[in-house]
């Protein structure tokens, strides 16, 4: 009798790495964006949420989908969220498919590391929070491309 009953273990490499697919490889992952009003630190507007991400390979390139709002695009998106998700690290990509961020908020996220390079084009940036999280590794300058922090 197994310990394991009931409970769907691969058994054979091959199958644990189909299983981990979606999580590392060298194909570009689309990110589906919810869109919609957003209010961070008292202020509303047009943004993104992502839900239930699951990154954990940080040089996996990623992409951003989702469907607009009409007439908006990624340029008028000014808040992003991501929540309730598995992403050990800041997505660097968001910055540059959103140029426009003023506000950043990552919660529940399992988020552990911040590099210098994860604020490298926030430029715009204003404000952000990175609660609940199990932050173990800060690196010095984090923040140093993001100039208009308040």
Do not use: W
Request: aromatic residues 10%; proline residues 5%.
């Amino acid at each position: 009798m197994s310990f394991f009953t009931g409970i769907n273990v691969p058994s054979t490499r091959q199958q644990m790495l189909q299983r981990l697919q979606p999580c590392f490889s060298d194909t570009p992952i689309n990110l589906p964006c919810q869109f919609g009003t957003i209010t961070m630190n008292d202020v509303s507007g047009y943004g993104c949420t992502l839900t239930d991400v699951k990154l954990y390979d940080i040089n996996r390139q990623v992409s951003v989908g989702g469907f607009h709002i009409s007439p908006n695009t990624n340029d008028d998106v000014r808040f992003l969220r991501i929540q309730l998700s598995q992403t050990p690290f800041i997505i660097k990509e968001l910055f540059t498919s959103f140029p426009n961020l003023e506000g950043f908020e990552i919660i529940f996220s399992d988020l552990s590391i911040i590099t210098t390079e994860s604020f490298e084009n926030a430029q715009n940036l204003k404000y952000i929070s990175i609660r609940n999280n199990p932050i173990r590794r800060l690196e010095a300058n984090v923040f140093q491309n993001a100039t208009n922090l308040e």
